[in-house]
C-alpha cells in the first residue's frame, strides 16, 4: 500500500514552454501533498505544501507565480513549471502524507529537461 | 531550527563489510526520525523509522536506534551487498500533528564493490 506515482517520468521542453507535473496517490487519501526538488548529488529543497482544497504554501525563495501548484482532490497534485528555463531542470519529486498519519510517501520522481 | 547533519560521502566498502553512516540532529520537542533510500534515477523510497527515544527501527538488515542524549540515528548493516548501492537520507519531522515537514541531511553515497 501507500503508492505514489508520477507522470510523466521524463520530459524534455524548449524554453519559455510550461510544463505540467501529475503527482498521484493510488491507494489512499492525501490531504497533504508535498513538491520537493532535487540538484545532483544534493539534498531534498522542499518547495511547497500542497493542501487540499486550498492554496499552496511556498517555501522562501521559490517563485509561486513559476511554480504553479493545484491540489484539486485527495488523491492528485500537480505541479506547472511556466515559462520553463534551463535552470528549471532538475529533478522534481512529489510526497504525500496519508490523511490520518505524518509519514510521507515519495513518488517515484520527474527528469525535467529544458533544452 | 531543525536541521540534520550527516556524514559526508562517498562510502565505498567492499561486500560484506560492516556499514556505518552517521547522522545527528537538532530538533525541539520529540521529532521523529526517518532513513530514506534514493536508487539511481528513483525517488526516496522509507528504509526505517522510529518515533520516540531508544526505539529501534529496522528493515532489511539495515538499523538505526533513536538515541536522544546524543541527538544521533546512526544507520548501522553487518553485511553490506552491492544492491545496496545507493544514496542514503536521514531525516526528520516534527511531531506536531500538522502538515509535518521533513527536514532532510544532505545524502550519503553508499557505493559497494565486489
Redesign the interface.
Known amino acids: 500500500g501507500a503508492v505514489v506515482s508520477q507522470h510523466p517520468s521524463r520530459v524534455i521542453c524548449k524554453s519559455g514552454t510550461s510544463v505540467k507535473i501529475e503527482c498521484r496517490s493510488l491507494d489512499f487519501q492525501a490531504t497533504t501533498m508535498f513538491w520537493y526538488r532535487q540538484f545532483p548529488k544534493k539534498s531534498l529543497m522542499l518547495m511547497a505544501t500542497s493542501n487540499e482544497g486550498s492554496k499552496a504554501t511556498y517555501e522562501q525563495g521559490v517563485e509561486k507565480d513559476k511554480f504553479l501548484i493545484n491540489h484539486a482532490s485527495l488523491t492528485l497534485s500537480t505541479l506547472t513549471v511556466t515559462s520553463a528555463h534551463p535552470e528549471d531542470s532538475s529533478f522534481y519529486i512529489c510526497s504525500a502524507r496519508v490523511t490520518s498519519g505524518y509519514e510521507q510517501y515519495f513518488g517515484p520522481g520527474t527528469r525535467l529537461t529544458v533544452t | 531550527g531543525n536541521s540534520v547533519t550527516q556524514m559526508e560521502g562517498p562510502v565505498t566498502l567492499s561486500e560484506e563489510a560492516f556499514l556505518t553512516i552517521n547522522c545527528t540532529y537538532t530538533a525541539t520537542g520529540y521529532p521523529?526520525l526517518f532513513w530514506?533510500v534514493q536508487y539511481p534515477?528513483?525517488?526516496?523510497?522509507?528504509l526505517l523509522?522510529a518515533t520516540k527515544a531508544d526505539d529501534k527501527g529496522s528493515n532489511k538488515g539495515f538499523e538505526a536506534t533513536y538515541r536522544k542524549e546524543t541527538t544521533s540515528f546512526h544507520l548501522e548493516k553487518g553485511s553490506v551487498q552491492v544492491s545496496d548501492s545507493a544514496v542514503y537520507?536521514c531525516a526528520l519531522?516534527p511531531?506536531t500533528?500538522t502538515?509535518?515537514?521533513?527536514t532532510?541531511?544532505?545524502?550519503t553515497?553508499l557505493q559497494v564493490t565486489l
Open positions: 521523529s530514506y534515477g528513483e525517488g526516496l523510497q522509507l523509522k537520507f519531522t511531531f500533528g502538515a509535518s515537514k521533513l532532510f541531511g544532505t545524502g553515497r
